[in-house]
């Protein structure tokens, strides 16, 4: 099956300074991706779709100047959480659409976030 | 926004037995999915069942969909330890090319 992978898998950062997080797919092209965030012990909370080429769409509630998107290649989208701080801790999520359904949607392992 | 809820919260069994779990939705789907995540780690795709079908199986696995209750069900049968984890359901509403996730049942398997 595809493969969807996300680096790093875990973080630990400082408050206040940025982290990226990538979210690649290895063996497809990706237009769309996706970006989840979880709490512990709740669900995927998506957080934005990321569009090849073009501007990110965020869920309502999710700041767009705190959560960074950029996917500049088909097979790269990354995530940076700005100015981080501890609330901003969370699992976060990548998926990566191979076609148009989500019939054939594919997860990455996840990237753990700690901001001290 | 949740589009999923699902029950129970928590279920805990003894191996061997079956394990139901249900999820309901709001709006109009293209298709379910049944997912499983172990603590702290990534998604895996159980099963996918089509708004125009009813019921799947897929090895120890039955899932239901009933589109005119807006709900689904995922039967684990036989249980063992390793079924361990959270499992979520989540919808593909019609038009939105995205997936939105259930609240998610924990079901806890002892040997």
């Known amino acids: 099956g595809a493969v969807v992978s996300q680096h790093p898998s875990r973080v630990i950062c400082k408050s206040g300074t940025s982290v990226k997080i990538e979210c690649r797919s290895l063996d497809f092209q990706a237009t769309t991706m996706f970006w989840y965030r979880q709490f512990p012990k709740q669900s995927l909370m998506l957080m934005a779709t990321s569009n090849e080429g073009s501007k990110a769409t965020y869920e309502q509630g999710v700041e767009k100047d705190k959560f960074l998107i950029n996917h500049a290649s088909l097979t790269l989208s990354t995530l940076t959480v700005t100015s981080a701080h501890p609330e901003d801790s969370s699992f976060y999520i990548c998926?990566?659409?191979?076609?148009?359904?989500?019939?054939?949607?594919?997860f990455g392992p996840g990237t753990r976030l700690t901001v001290l | 926004s949740q589009q999923g809820e699902e029950d129970p919260q928590a279920l805990s069994i003894q191996e061997g037995e079956n394990a139901t779990m249900n999820c309901s939705y709001k709006?109009?789907?293209?298709?379910l999915q049944w997912y499983r995540q172990n603590s702290g780690r990534g998604l895996v795709h159980l099963i996918l069942i089509r708004s125009n079908e009813r019921e799947k199986h897929s090895g120890r696995l039955r899932v239901t969909l009933d589109t005119s209750k807006k709900s689904s069900s995922l039967l684990i049968t036989a249980s063992r330890a390793a079924d361990t984890a959270s499992y979520f359901c989540a919808t593909d509403p019609q038009g939105a090319q995205k997936l939105v996730f259930g609240q998610g049942t924990r079901l806890t398997i002892n040997p």
């Open positions: 998926s990566a659409l191979q076609g148009t359904s989500t019939d054939t949607q594919y």
């Open positions: 709006t109009s789907i293209n298709n």
